[in-house]
């Protein structure tokens, strides 16, 4: 999240920090990260020590639990490949939006893509919204639904310019799918590999994971931001 411009002051941390994890779902640290907890989850080192290892026995029973096992990840394999006419028609579409972070041009494109995922988001039962940034809008979403571990997916919906446009064999925002044989199918158009396709693949991962089972096995959060190419 460093990486992020807006983020690097401690001010503007803080005011990420609140919204990905409001008050309510706030838990006791388990990682390192020694000036967050003692902002945050305040306490003796001991006391810190104590809350997590409780918490990891407790997420290990939780986890053992709901594992994934082979057979629930096959039938969510076997969703993805009936569907994914359905999941790269999706993809299309938000490659269509010409996100381009840098040209103030494309400022309300960029505020489009951000409406896009939050009501893609929002379809699946997240809760999602759109939050304004002194750049471009954050997409942050919470699904609680399931139990144990909490994991965060990041991506970024910007795209990098697209010129010289003489250089591309068609409309970069008219993305289409390419046979170059030998079974080797890509798609061309801008922010396919970098970073929609990515983006889409853990959000098309959760939806074919509720369909076939109802909800998602762990608490998940999803953050994407419109500023990573600026």
Not at 56 to 85: F, I, S, W, Y
Not at 97 to 126: H, N, Y
Request: net charge negative; aromatic share 6%.
């Amino acid at each position: 999240l460093l990486m992020v411009p807006a983020l690097r002051r401690p001010q503007a941390m803080d005011t990420l920090l609140a919204r990905l994890v409001p008050a309510s779902r706030r838990r006791p640290c388990l990682g390192g990260c020694r000036t967050l907890c003692q902002a945050w989850w305040p306490g003796s080192p001991q006391q810190r020590l104590r809350t997590r290892s409780v918490a990891l026995g407790r997420q290990a029973q939780v986890q053992a639990r709901h594992a994934a096992t082979p057979e629930a990840v096959e039938k969510v394999l076997a969703h993805v490949d009936a569907h994914l006419d359905e999941s790269l028609e999706r993809l299309m579409g938000l490659l269509r939006l010409q996100s381009i972070s840098t040209d103030p041009a494309f400022k309300a494109e960029c505020d489009r893509t951000a409406d896009w995922l939050v009501d893609e988001l929002a379809e699946m039962g997240f809760d999602a919204a759109k939050h304004t940034t002194p750049g471009h809008p954050m997409v942050v979403a919470h699904d609680d639904e399931g139990e144990g571990f909490h994991v965060l997916f990041y991506g970024h919906y910007d795209v990098q310019p697209v010129d010289p446009l003489n250089l591309w064999a068609r409309d970069p925002f008219d993305p289409a799918i390419e046979d170059l044989g030998h079974g080797r199918r890509v798609i061309r158009g801008r922010g396919a590999a970098d970073d929609k396709g990515q983006l889409m693949t853990f959000v098309e991962a959760c939806r074919a994971w509720q369909a076939v089972h109802g909800t998602l096995p762990i608490k998940v959060s999803m953050f994407f931001e419109g500023e990573e190419e600026s």
